[in-house]
């Protein structure tokens, strides 16, 4: 979702000048290969709420992982007011049973978001770092169970200094974790409020340094589909790659989702293997955006989010997608 913040002051916040000139490990002999082609169902997988439910206007921004012999699904929904995390699980990725919201914004967190976030399994553990915030931040929540949390006291990752490709919000975040370091991939916003993607390093997911070469990807030219601003990454590694499937904004507010390659994680370029994706069913014709990916030996299974309403942020008619990376033949 697009954001809107108030100016802040950095000094305020963390991890605001921890920076670091790193690289990711090398990436995964193994897997899909592209060129790809995209294939999505007909129907959404997840669908609002009734009237007045937590998540009765959008749902949006799937996170998919692996928990306890079932797929659990942490997504954004949006009541009109308020941005929440709920769970939702299933036994194959497709039909989706609701277990009721999870986060809701307190605190520091405010009153408008506490979602828009990335699950990751770490042991018995459910890591989630999510977007909170006026300005927006990165905060992290722990769970053993899926559905009780424990949040950080305040946000993991800050806002840059001033002049900074993420001096005015820091949101999106997208995390993998290779060998023992975590790895964050994030949208940041300039004062010009321009968004772009940058990334970061932990050892464990609380301290982060942030590369000194941010950002690693930026809006494309004039007349692209993300010249209006990009971000929602979702990072893997196959055929000895990295790759990225990130949402871009043109200057309708219509979204599709682009895909970036890279041989170390740090110098990306826009990749010519996936035409563009865009939504080709009523539900998802504006809007196509928030990729979630699981990686099997030939295909890249991938959640989104889609809508029929061409907005920055919300009211979008959100519902959550399924489709699939495809090698070509």
Known sequence: MKISVLLSFCALLPACGRYADFSLPAPSTDGPRGPFFWQAASDPVLSPGAGGEWDSVDVLNPSVIRFHGEYWNFYSGYDGRTWSTGAAVSDDGVAWRKKGRVLSPAGWEGSYIAANGNALMVANEILYWYVAGDPHQIALARSSDGMTWVKSKGP?????????????AVADPYVI??????????????????????????????????LRANPILEPGSRGSFDEAGLGEPAVWSSAGLWWMLYTGRDIREERGIGLAKSSDGVHWERATELALIRGNEPWSSKVICDPSVEISATVVRVWFGGGDVASPDQNLHGRIGLGMLRTQK
Do not use: C, H, T
């Open 156 to 168: 993991v990752v800050g806002l840059g200094p001033r002049g900074s490709f993420d001096e005015r």
């Open 177 to 210: 974790r290779e060998g023992n370091r975590f790895y964050l991939f994030y949208l940041g916003m300039d004062r010009a409020q321009r968004q772009s993607i940058g990334m970061a390093q932990s050892s464990d997911g609380i301290q982060w340094v942030k």
